[in-house]
């Protein structure tokens, strides 16, 4: 915990995030009800809109914090999970966990999205789009996630063009803990995981180890298996491992180190034949993932000028093996992506009001498979000043220069005003950005797939965009009830798709996203909260004229958690899906009608004592049966139940 002195009125607070670390900082219930004092809520900080530390009432731009506190009472053991009710976000997952897992952010294709891990560019340069599979994360190690949205290329660069998304680790604090977890339920679901940590004002650790099992999940429909042919679940095992070291070698240089492998398999159901049907036997995809960040910081003026020079690294390796006729699996395809970068970033405090923002970025990337290897570079620089000018008008703005050795230099900003209004304490925002996305390595270059003659495209554009948003968020009775609403519009440009003959990829003219992201929050009590999301939109593809695919009109969650004694938490949530556009399994329909859908889950958490912790909960409670994407089962009524122990 952050001990803090009380704010000042502006509700700054000067505090060192290393590796872009943070946490909700409250004041503790619990301790003030042993003095009769009433609890007093901070401002929530947040970082990723900025790169600071920054109270969320001065941020323009929309932003979603989920807490390690949340996932855990939610109990979400994977990142797709955690993300399901996240406004403005349609999750799209292969299947059960393990499954490829695609995010689009307020109708912006998947790889419109950049994906942090302490600071770490974790986008697969291997991957046909060069985005991030989200199904291969555990959650047991994560401290916060931010989901970022709109344009944010003017602070991050490329490939952000719908938002970004931020995911923390723990960090090491207080004297050392050991805690350990088991948990067991459906489809031959048995997790475990182990933890230790502590730390001090000089030095903090953490170290971690996940396992996660679930060998029998069916995801593929019944009626697309022909008759006499076996139907075959799938089966996911992964290793997770991570650590996380910080050192304060003098009063103004510190180090800090974090370091994350993942080692998964999955054993899923392919297609064959023509038409395509799913095949008698499983086929194989191993995942070996290892993302490594260094980062030094130096603060020589006491917080008025702090200094971060990091480098990281990333390796993402892929291998793919398919069953033969006799159910034998052939030689493995292999796919690997690398990414080394080297960035610092300069926070100089001009004024008690005005913050710049500094930073220069070198990257380079590879993409390696059997057929080809190829890679490129970029340079990157940015500027951004936080303002504060009355205490009830912010304004954040940037801009950035990037410099692709193929598609050259290119110039991107963002700005994002917020008005408190007097007496009402209504907040108006509002945020204005522009973004591009260089087309992936294998979109210009892959020859992956010679059979079918498909090939990539070495005369492709980047593509472009300007978005813009504007909302309010209202609080009400004395902050018990808290609404507000967004609305946002994006332009596309030269949007990379595949060819209308199938052979390769094209730009096209434009798409436009646009729609609304509103909810609504109670606190009845501190023990008692609900929140309920919903967003509308719209993605077009304005040359063809029609609904870009997997990009529902309609999404709503609600989520409730409620403290009925002090050792006991329940939580449910329901998220609701629209119908949407999508293909069908193997595209020989290429657009169709899919339902929607409404999901509820349970959790309960009973806290033995200070070591011991029980918990359980119950996903799908009314065994909704539907497919997202089309052709693959979403997993129905299931239960799971473990303990927990902290040491």
Not at 43 to 57: C, F, K, L, M, N
Not at 65 to 93: C, D, F, H, S, Y
Not at 237 to 263: E, F, H, K
Request: charged share 20%; hydrophobic share 35%.
């Amino acid at each position: 915990m952050f001990r803090l002195p009380k704010p000042a009125r502006s509700g700054r607070f000067s505090v060192a995030f290393p590796l872009l670390a943070a946490s909700t900082l409250l004041i503790s219930p619990a301790a003030l009800a042993q003095s009769g004092e009433k609890p007093i809520a901070l401002d929530e900080i947040v970082i990723s809109p900025t790169g600071v530390p920054t109270p969320a009432r001065e941020i323009g731009s929309s932003v979603t914090v989920i807490t390690a506190k949340e996932i855990e009472r939610q109990q979400r053991r994977t990142l797709p999970q955690a993300l399901a009710a996240v406004p403005g976000l349609n999750i799209v997952q292969t299947g059960g966990p393990g499954g490829l897992t695609s995010v689009f952010m307020r109708g912006t294709n998947s790889n419109h999205v950049k994906v942090l891990i302490d600071g770490i560019e974790v986008n697969d340069p291997s991957t046909p789009n060069r985005s991030f599979d989200f199904g291969q994360m555990l959650t047991r190690d994560i401290e916060r996630i931010e989901v970022l949205r709109g344009p944010q290329s003017g602070l991050y660069g490329a490939n952000a063009l719908g938002g970004v998304i931020s995911i923390t680790s723990k960090r090491g604090e207080g004297p050392p803990k050991v805690t350990a977890s088991v948990e067991a339920g459906s489809y031959g679901t048995f997790n475990q995981s182990l933890g230790v940590s502590g730390g001090d004002d000089r030095f903090d650790y953490a170290f971690g180890v996940s396992h996660f099992r679930a060998d029998s999940t069916p995801v593929t429909p019944p009626e697309l298996v022909p008759a006499g042919r076996r139907r075959n679940p799938n089966s996911y095992d992964n290793w997770s491992y991570s650590a996380r070291l910080g050192a304060r070698l003098t009063d103004t240089l510190s180090v800090n180190w974090v370091g994350r492998y993942i080692d998964g398999q999955l054993l899923f159901t392919g297609d064959t034949g023509f038409p395509s049907r799913p095949s008698s036997f499983r086929s194989s995809q191993n995942y070996r993932q290892a993302f490594t960040r260094g980062e030094v910081v130096w603060d020589p003026l006491g917080g008025q000028f702090v200094n971060r020079f990091g480098v990281s690294y990333s390796n993402q390796d892929r291998s793919n093996r398919r069953p033969n006729a006799f159910g034998v699996l052939d030689v493995p395809t292999e796919n690997l992506g690398e990414r080394i970068k080297y960035d610092w970033r300069g926070d100089l405090k001009l004024t008690q009001s005005q913050t710049l923002v500094m930073g220069l970025q070198y990257e380079t990337e590879r993409f390696d498979t059997s057929n080809r290897t190829v890679s490129n570079g970029n340079r990157g620089a940015f500027v951004e000043l936080q303002s504060n000018w009355t205490d009830r008008f912010f304004t954040t703005a940037n801009i950035r220069y990037d410099d692709d050795d193929k598609f050259g230099g290119h110039t991107t900003y963002r700005i994002a005003p917020v008005f408190i209004v007097p007496g009402t304490d209504t907040k108006l925002k509002a945020s204005y950005g522009t973004g591009f996305k260089a087309p992936t390595l294998s979109e210009r270059f892959s020859d992956s797939r010679p059979a079918f003659n498909f090939y990539g495209n070495p005369d492709l554009k980047p593509e472009e965009s300007r978005g813009w948003d504007v909302g309010f968020e209202q609080p009400l009775l004395n902050g018990q009830v808290n609404v507000g609403a967004t609305y946002f519009h994006n332009d596309i440009d030269n949007l990379i798709v595949t060819n209308r003959s199938f052979t390769s990829y094209e730009n096209v003219g434009r798409a436009t996203t646009k729609g609304v992201e509103a909810f609504a929050a109670l606190e009845l009590t501190p023990q008692f909260k609900v929140r309920a999301d919903y967003t509308f939109t719209l993605a077009k593809d304005e040359i063809a004229r029609w609904e870009l695919l997997r990009r529902p009109r309609h999404k709503a969650s609600v989520t409730a958690s409620w403290m009925p004694i002090e050792k006991l938490t329940l939580s449910a949530t329901l998220i609701y899906l629209g119908e949407r556009v999508d293909g069908n399994r193997d595209f020989s329909i290429s657009r169709m009608r899919a339902p929607g859908a409404a999901i509820v889950n349970l959790a309960a958490d009973y806290k033995v004592d200070e070591k011991l912790t029980v918990f359980g909960r119950v996903d799908n409670l009314f065994d909704k049966r539907y497919e997202n994407p089309v052709g693959f089962l979403v997993p129905g009524l299931s239960a799971f139940g473990g303990i927990r122990v902290s040491l």
